[in-house]
């Protein structure tokens, strides 16, 4: 790699990589100076004003910008480092600090003092400049297209670059929450040229990457936003007052980068978390088992009604599914026992009433040559002692605490009675609702925990369970729907995850046009790990038969409809029968 050139005119400095130019205007004396850098093409059309003006807001004082010093440029290896010192109402010092490599601008923040970061805001911020202009300062938008590698309702991977976006672990079906279906998703977004024509396929022509680089350590935020207002943005990542700061502090690095599609953006911030050392090159050793066909009891259990759809989570249920699956010679290699097997979610001993037999019932199944997979819930506090939780201001126990040392004792004695084979010798975990995670300033930590919070806290939630269920078992099998690069040391498949419906113009999305846009995501981001194709929920049989069809293109096809898909939309032979007919040829494909 060749470091990047400089040249300087009378009143203009520019660097160029190999496919961009980033450039600032050097004033004239008494002039106040622009807090903004202008961002480029190699052919010269801009991408954005960037703004200097990131700030780092804490517990005990907003940051805001009161004066902007000269860029300062300095050289580092292969690149070029651009320095603006921006005094602070909060920190004793503060830059601004922006790497330009051959290929690459890589943005930062950095703030020396005390305090607990609530917010930090880079490519904008709040500032008082010596002009009289003050409040908040954003990047310009110079683009029309806005990629998203995380499903939503409305279903919009491909948005006009105006509307906002949230990455992040922190979701529901509620209005405004639905966007935690993957959870983590890559933590990266993508501008485009040219203006959106549909949800899921990006348009043609030049996109420029944005990415967070950082070790998952250092990931203590729980969501990142893209924050656009009439034509200008910033990028908001949300730590809550859960980070504190004695010293120096840097920001994760945001990395800009020219690139063909928008995912090839994806590759990018793959490549560049493995190239430094922030994600695995390899995924797990794959399992032959791992690839078989999967039946999962959710869609029949919702399906059949009569009752809230847990409680139809009964050994006598899943008996009758089997039966039927029998009768239509259908064999899954795996079987999914969902929600909720459970008596409380945070201990995790069966319910009785509900399985009065689980680990005889897991021993049958293993007889007939499947495996069984148990769904476990991320997060929930339900039977887990106070002392052990993430706590609200009343007291109230909000979630499992991942920085508690007696909870992750807890986790791992568990894990290893659900799958030890003195125990009920389950076969691994499909792990769901990694979206619940806590979040809140107001919320208070464990006794006696390490305040781990935010993406870091959910990877070390997973790397328990991950690493206690292979500890038990060698080939055990995690399914998690963390679909960041660094999750791929702490899960073995991903999860596709519920199908959502329409369109921003209330049109429906066809459900594999959907599952494909996630199969192209979770492909560039976790590319060695099976992914588990999903099947629920569908909009109708009709749609049902189609994406059963696509399933093993997709990855390992999963199965969730037994007796019927809608309400007097019912499951017949015949249906059952284009499901063995796909199952037997993608076996085919195996061998």
Known sequence: MTRPSMTETVDRITIRGDDYALSWSTGA?????????????AAGSRWSRLCVLSSVHTQQGQDEALSIDEPTVSADGDALLVSIATRSSHWSARRFVVRCTASAVELRVEAEGFGDITDVTLAGGDGILPTGASGTFRSSID??????????EPVAFVRPASAAALLG??????PGRLHGIFSPPPLALAWGRSAPTGPTVPPAGDWLAMSVRAPVEDLRFTTLAYEPLD?????????????????????????????????????????????????????SVV???????????????????????????RQDIYDEFLAIMRAADLRPGTVVVDDRWQESYGTAQPDVDAWPDLRGWIRARH??????????????PTGLPVEECITDA?????????????????????VARLLAHDGLDADGFKVDFTQRAPSGRSLMPAVGSDGVWGIAALHRLMAEIHGAAHAVKSDALVITHTVHPSFGDVTDMVRTNDVLELDVAGDPVPVADQLRARHAIATRTLPRHPIDTDQWPMPGRAEWLDYARV?????????????????????????LAVIRATWDEYRRTLR
């Open 29 to 41: 004396r008494g002039v106040a100076r622009s807090p903004y850098l202008e961002l480029g093409d």
């Open 143 to 152: 683009a029309a297209s806005l990629y998203v590698p995380s499903p939503t």
């Open 169 to 174: 672990i922190v979701g529901d079906a509620d």
């Open 231 to 283: 034509g200008g943005f910033l990028l908001r990542l949300s730590y809550e007052g859960h980070t504190p700061v004695k010293g120096v502090w840097r920001s994760p690095i945001v990395v800009l980068a020219p690139v063909s599609t928008p995912l090839d953006a994806l590759l990018h911030h793959r490549a560049d978390l493995v190239a430094h050392g922030f994600a695995e090159d390899a995924g």
């Open 287 to 313: 399992i032959p088992w791992w690839r078989e066909p999967i039946f999962c009891g959710w869609g029949a259990q919702v399906a059949r009604g009569g009752a809230p759809a847990p409680d139809l989570c």
């Open 367 to 380: 007889a007939e040559g499947s495996r069984v997979l148990l769904w476990w819930k991320a997060w929930d």
């Open 394 to 414: 009343a007291g109230r126990a909000i979630s499992a605490d991942p920085g508690s040392g007696a909870y992750l004792a807890r986790l791992r004695a568990i």
């Open 551 to 575: 399933q093993a293109t997709l990855g390992v096809p999963a199965l969730y409809y037994l007796e019927r898909v809608a309400e007097g939309e019912t499951i017949g032979a015949e249906d």
